[in-house]
């Protein structure tokens, strides 16, 4: 094409392309723009220049000038973008909120000792061949108590005083005092054989001193099945006391009362200096609790026992305080 002033155009706007692609950040970007595409560009000068050309000439350069102002735009919107994104990536690094907590020794935490010693009861337990039940925490009445063979006037009840919840009938909503409810609530959904373990948060109207809190823990176990005598139940709290606490120990029954077991008994373990901890109560499922619980107690016989899991946890570590496992304070619960 023999029209000087095309080439002219054609090398300027190469150049002002690469000047624009080549530009550092935003600010060099706009000083570029303006340098080859304002009034005293090169560019500006050729198209002021224009109106010495013959008309055919004028077109043809005035088209080439059309196309290389639309290629400078494009570049520039571009880098643009690109500068932009750049911009915004930086800010998003420099703001960036790290917000995990990285300690040297214990990155990822751990159980409190309550739930390490409840998930190791269970795991001997299921060792033993008992499966985990649970059951509400919020019981009513009949589960509690009066279903338990404890009547409204039974003295078995101020031992485990009560916080009652203002929902339907007054006095009829409670939060659980022991997880014997839940040995109805499984007869209710299961035929025999049963053979279950029930951890689970319980709560008492107690004030709260070393040796007791308002609000623990404790695990139960209920069997029922045909032929089930007191020596399975002793042999049962001997076995477990072996296997959770270690050879060495033993465990012994001594005769006592509770209105849901017939004959009832206390358990103690022996540690290996002689010495004995009072763990919890056991007995023979009483025939009105499993008639209760809609089993023939001609048929089935059965046992329970159950003990309370903090004060286990506490002997354990030599913790000489049961509040102390109600503690927030990491530098404590941190050492178990
Ligand atoms: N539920 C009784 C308590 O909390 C313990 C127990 C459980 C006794 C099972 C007998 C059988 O004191």
């Known amino acids: 094409m023999g029209n000087p002033a095309t080439d002219e155009i054609e090398q300027l706007g190469a150049a002002a392309v690469d000047r624009i692609t080549g530009a550092a950040d935003l600010d060099a970007l706009a000083a570029a723009l303006a340098e080859v595409t304002g009034k005293g560009s090169p560019l500006a000068g050729v198209k002021r220049s224009l109106g010495g050309l013959d008309a055919d000439a004028r077109r043809e350069a005035g088209q080439v000038l059309n196309r290389v102002n639309g290629d400078i735009g494009r570049a520039a919107a571009d880098r643009r973008a690109e500068l932009e994104a750049a911009v915004r990536a930086e800010r998003l690094a420099a703001e960036r909120l790290d917000l995990t907590e990285v300690r040297p020794d214990r990155s990822v935490g751990h159980l409190h000792l309550v739930t390490q010693a409840m998930e190791e009861l269970e795991d001997v337990f299921v060792g033993m061949g008992f499966t985990v039940a649970e059951g509400p925490e919020v019981e009513d009445d009949w589960h509690n108590f009066t279903g338990l063979n404890i009547p409204a006037y039974h003295p078995a009840r101020d031992m485990q005083d009560t916080f009652f919840v203002d929902l339907g009938e007054p006095g009829d909503v409670v939060l659980r005092t022991h997880t014997s409810p839940v ?154």
């Open 183 to 336: 040995q109805l609530r499984v007869m209710e959904r299961q035929a025999p054989p049963i053979y279950v373990v029930v951890p689970g948060r319980v709560h008492r109207n107690e004030a709260r001193d070393a040796t007791h809190l308002a609000t623990f823990h404790q695990i139960e176990a209920l069997v029922v099945d045909e032929g089930i005598t007191f020596g399975h139940l002793a042999g049962t709290i001997e076995a477990f006391t072996r296997a959770y606490f270690g050879e060495g120990f033993g465990s012994r029954l001594r005769p006592s009362y509770f209105p849901f077991t017939e004959p009832s008994a206390e358990f103690d373990i022996r540690r290996p200096d002689g010495t004995w901890l009072e763990l919890g109560g056991c007995g023979m499922v009483h025939p009105t609790v499993l008639a209760n619980g809609g089993i023939d107690p001609e048929r089935y016989t059965g046992f329970a026992f159950g003990f309370g899991i903090d004060r286990l946890a506490l002997a354990r570590h030599g913790i000489p305080d049961l509040r102390e496992i109600l503690s927030v304070d990491v530098r404590l619960l941190e050492q178990f």
